[in-house]
């Protein structure tokens, strides 16, 4: 090999970083398709093309020796690996089919209509008349899945705060254990994992629901009965923190983006669109770490085998070399295959959940509020793979 | 990017593997990746008669960019065995539809897999995936002669022991078949007389099986154009064969998403108010598909001349 490789002295884990990582994406983005990170002794794929590749190519980027920073190879798991994010065919095969059958589009048609009906009592809650000025993100990002995804899982009543701390905890697990976010979250953690933990039990599930399908499926033989707890954790750690972050994404274009809510008033059919434009445009799952299972060329270059390779969705998602305008939330583009849900064998099993959740909650909305905007400066949360909102103060007019 | 109507793949490699049989290894016309698969899945080939029929995937699915299918030429067959054995020929294409997977691999602890003639190629990677699990497994290998046994040569491993019929005679499936654990899986694909007296034998709960049955089919696939009616604007789109129902509708002004384009994700699942569907995805079960009120338009198309959506 000839061709230097791109070597940039970034950390994407530093707390500027996280806060706005745009400069730090776009640079990763314009060094090459193939970038050297020493900070972490890894590698970035951060341009679309090279992105989707790597996420379709299961056979040669692996995922069982972890997603995050940490080699599974030759350190330890913070918890049990995953059985569908942390594992690769042929393991990995039962529980994603199963996972995919439960919470395919054909099984939540099932839940359309109640879904829907959920989400206008909400807005109905929130929104007694006339203008309101609220924070957006416990009152209606966090409130809409909270107040359905645990009920379709099955989940006991109690305890239900534990879900977005765990969740929040486990996204930040991905990147360096010595980081200020992992050390902080540490403490509380056997307590909300002990409490996940139980919630995956036959016995505290509801008698119908994704977690009683997913025992079910074991019971059929489709899985273990000791891979039935795992799956629902996937539910669980996967399914919650990730939806809420999708809609305050959404919720915040359409308040910044000027003309975007009228559009959406005026062409309703648009919802979908919405939200998966916001999902490419913020993408809340920024990236995982895959590991190359041997030489493998991106670009001019190789990655060589056994090395951890940051996979830069969000990147990806604003790469000019895919995109026309890639920084512009719009309506009136088509945003079908970003890769804001990663793609291939490991493409977010819980997308078509997270899909109906936003289209319940908006429609709810545009048929009440007849303008959206931004009633003081929203304030990031910072998580080492997820992009979302601690507070974001909105102004609705019905 | 290429966003072509991914339903075809070329003949890329036409072999003979035992006496009757070919092996067809097959690739995307663009050279790009072919949509994944599991142990068990099947595709279907679309033949230029008309013709569907089912074939086993048998090859390697760490090759991302080639199925390999055998076919046995059946003397009493509808004409589709024939047609690959006698016409079909390296560089042509052929229609597909799936991968699509209503034989899988569960986890267990063990398993043993029984082929009867052709049936050994569901089973091929069904044995590799045992290989890479740790599972104890066995696999008994039965035909009529050596000769009429394809892939003997991939299968040199002492658990597999190959039973042809006339030097050693009919497989001693009540041996194979008593003192089974509850742990162990039993695969088994073959002639329909094979899996009778399988299934006459084996404990239910062990057994996992196959057939083929020719689905009672509505009108032939076809590969002439067909028209789409958006039904909430009244648009109506012909969708020629170079182009999938998704970029038809799309350019006709309908909204719809997608993801992965290969008719694996679920995302461009529309809604279908009338007309018969030519279902060529991954996602949809036998029920689901028997329904006929969805459509992944990334892929999928129509059989008769004419298909309503909820567009
Ligand atoms: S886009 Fe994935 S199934 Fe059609």
């Not at chain 1, 609220?134 to 809409?144: I, K, S």
């Not at chain 1, 793609?343 to 429609?363: F, K, N, W, Y």
């Not at chain 2, 002439?224 to 170079?242: C, N, S, W």
Request: hydrophobic share 45%.
């Amino acid at each position: 090999m000839t061709a230097v490789l791109p070597t940039l002295d970034l950390d994407p884990f530093d707390p500027e970083v996280l806060r706005d990582p745009l400069p730090a994406q776009a640079a990763l983005r314009d060094a090459g398709p193939l970038v050297r990170l020493p900070r972490y002794d890894t590698w970035a794929i951060a341009r679309y093309a090279e992105v989707h590749a790597a996420l379709t190519d299961w056979q040669s980027f692996e995922s069982s020796a972890g997603v995050g920073l940490t080699n599974f190879r030759t350190g330890t798991p913070w918890r049990p690996p995953s059985l569908l994010l942390e594992a690769d065919p042929p393991h990995h095969d039962a529980p994603r089919a199963v996972l995919a059958k439960v919470l395919g589009p054909r099984a939540l048609r099932k839940l359309r209509a109640d879904w829907l009906a959920d989400a206008e009592a909400l807005v109905d809650e929130v929104l007694p008349g006339g203008t309101v000025e609220l924070d957006a993100v416990p009152a209606l990002a966090a409130a809409f899945p909270l107040r359905v995804f645990p009920d379709a899982v099955g989940l006991a009543r109690e305890g239900r705060e534990h879900l977005l701390p765990y969740g929040d905890h486990a996204f930040n697990a991905f990147g360096p254990t010595d980081n200020a976010l992992v050390l902080a979250g540490n403490a509380s953690m056997p307590e909300h994992a002990g409490w996940v933990a139980r919630q995956c039990e036959r016995e505290v599930l509801a008698p119908a629901g994704f977690g009683a399908d997913i025992w079910a499926a074991a019971d059929r033989g489709e899985l273990t009965h000791a891979q039935a707890p795992l799956v629902v954790r996937s539910l669980l750690t996967a399914g919650v923190d990730t939806t809420v972050h999708g809609i305050g994404a959404v919720l915040h274009a359409l308040a910044v983006t000027p003309g975007a809510w009228q559009l959406l008033r005026e062409r309703p059919e648009l919802v979908r669109v919405a939200f998966d434009e916001a999902v490419r445009w913020e993408s809340p799952v920024q990236a995982f770490f895959r590991t190359t299972v041997r030489d493998v060329p991106v670009g001019d270059a190789v990655v060589p085998a056994g090395e951890k390779v940051l996979v830069v969705f969000a990147a990806a998602n604003r790469d000019p070399r895919r995109w026309a305008d890639p920084d512009a939330f719009d309506l009136t583009r088509d945003p079908s295959g970003h890769v804001g849900f990663g793609m291939g064998i490991h493409q977010c099993v819980g997308q078509h959940v997270a899909r109906l959740e936003a289209e319940s909650l908006l429609t709810a909305l545009l048929a009440r509020v007849t303008s959206l905007e931004l009633a003081g400066d929203p304030v990031r949360h910072l998580n080492n793979t997820l992009r979302s909102w601690e507070s974001l103060p909105v102004r609705l007019v019905c | 990017m290429t966003t072509a109507a991914r339903s075809t793949v070329r003949v890329a490699a036409k072999e003979r593997v035992a006496d009757g049989v070919v092996a067809l290894t097959l690739v995307d016309p663009d050279g790009a990746r072919l949509p994944d698969w599991t142990p068990g899945s099947h595709v279907d080939l679309v033949l230029p008669t008309g013709d569907t029929r089912q074939y086993s995937l048998c090859g390697d699915r760490w090759d991302a960019f080639a199925y390999r299918v055998a076919v046995l030429r059946e003397p009493a067959g509808r004409g589709g065995s024939a047609w690959v054995h006698d016409e079909l020929a390296v560089g042509d294409l052929v229609g597909l539809g799936g991968p699509r997977n209503q034989f899988r691999l569960v986890p267990a602890p063990r398993y043993l897999f029984l082929a009867g003639g052709i049936g050994i190629t569901p089973l091929l990677p069904m044995v590799d995936a045992a290989r890479r699990l740790g599972a104890d497994w066995r696999l008994v290998h039965g035909g009529r002669s050596r000769a009429s046994m394809a892939f003997l040569d991939e299968l040199d491993d002492p658990r597999v022991t190959v039973w042809p019929q006339d030097e050693l005679g009919l497989l001693p499936l009540g041996d194979l078949l008593t003192g089974l654990d509850d742990g162990t899986r039993v695969y088994c694909c073959g002639p329909a007389p094979l899996l009778d007296a399988v299934e006459a034998v084996c404990p239910p709960g062990l057994l996992r099986t196959e057939r083929f049955v020719a689905r009672e089919q509505g009108a032939p696939v076809r590969d002439e154009p067909f028209t789409v009616v958006l039904d909430r604007t009244g648009a109506e789109v012909v969708v020629t064969p170079e182009v999938s129902v998704l970029e038809a509708v799309r350019a006709a002004g309908a909204d719809v998403l997608s993801s992965c384009r290969q008719g694996t994700c679920g995302t461009c699942e529309t809604t279908v108010l009338a007309g018969d569907p030519d279902h060529r995805d991954s996602v949809l079960d036998e029920a689901e598909r028997a329904a006929g009120d969805c459509l992944l338009v990334c892929v999928s198309r129509s059989r008769g001349d004419r298909l309503v959506l909820d567009l």
